[in-house]
């Protein structure tokens, strides 16, 4: 949109900090050709790509597209997926997803994605990393809704800072939460707060152990004789790491978790965890998405 700009903007709004929201709603249905996006409502620069089916048609493979690239102070990413009863879908994105240093007024910068898979269905939430700036001030909220008989593979990997460049996460801040439900019972609820008054989370032999890189992974619902064979090799691929890793079973979920200092090697392990998990929870052999290999 083309305006014209005075020299000067008011006093008021050169003052005023910028809020950019956007909303990606997507509804993904069964249908005689499989599953399909049968509605997308979107709002601002939250996008998709036309859905991959290397699968067959039965499971879509869905490209979240967010072209800014970063948040920045102010801004607020909503994201939605709501899959009716018998389907399945894999949502990744592109490229990492980053949170920018914040503004010296602190506004808060917060994503927020809401899953609801329907009877039946199963969803797999397999972005690549979310990095911090130093001094980001930043929520990170991911709640799941599973119907009966709805299964979820998902996983978080969280960079503080800029390790690679050995900048650290400064007097950022942090608010992530996982919570997963099923018909209204909360299964799982994973919390992680860094805020002035717990800064030595981050250097805590009991926290973060100044590792910058963070990883979980969860899968289930399981039935406990099915999830416990699965435990075995996957603590095999932990100890083979030169890097902290630790799996468990916590109720019907297996949870992987992981502290390290490169993003990609920690991506990489949570996928060779998912190769092993994906056939015993969904009943189908892993097929990475082809964005993975670029």
């Known amino acids: 949109m083309n305006m014209s700009v005075p020299d000067s903007l008011p006093a008021s709004a050169q003052h005023e900090p910028s809020r950019w929201h956007a909303r990606l709603s997507l509804g993904i249905k ?28 039965d499971l879509a ?40 240093r914040a503004r010296p007024d602190r506004t808060l910068q917060h994503q927020r994605v809401r899953l609801e898979v329907g009877e039946g269905s199963s969803m797999e939430w397999l972005p690549l990393e979310t990095i911090l700036y130093p001094n980001a001030r930043t929520r990170l909220d991911l709640d799941v809704e599973l119907a009966a008989d709805a299964r979820f593979i998902g996983w978080e990997v969280t960079s503080l800072g800029l390790p690679a460049q050995g900048k650290g996460f400064g007097e950022g801040e942090l608010q992530q939460r996982l919570q997963i439900r099923q018909e209204g019972r909360l299964l799982l609820r994973e919390q992680l707060l860094l805020d002035e008054r717990s800064q030595s989370v981050l250097t805590a032999r009991a926290g973060l152990q100044n590792k910058p890189v963070t990883g979980l992974m969860v899968a289930g619902p399981f039935a406990q004789e099915q999830a416990e064979p699965l435990l075995e090799p996957l603590r095999e691929c932990a100890d083979a790491l030169d890097f902290l890793a630790g799996v468990s079973l916590s109720g019907e979920f297996l949870l992987i978790r992981t502290l390290g200092e490169c993003s990609e090697r920690t991506r990489l392990f949570l996928e060779q965890c998912w190769q092993l998990i994906r056939p015993e929870l969904l009943g189908r052999d892993a097929c990475a998405p082809r964005i993975w290999a670029t």
């Open 30 to 57: 069964r249908t005689p050709r499989g599953s399909r996006v049968a509605s997308a409502e979107r709002f601002g620069p939250l996008h998709l790509q036309k859905p991959f089916y290397p699968e067959g048609p």
């Open 61 to 100: 493979h869905i490209y979240l597209l967010h072209p800014p690239g970063g948040m920045v102070s102010g801004d607020l990413l909503e994201i939605e997926a709501r899959l009716a009863p018998e389907t399945a879908a894999l949502i990744t994105t592109p490229g990492a997803g980053r949170v920018y």
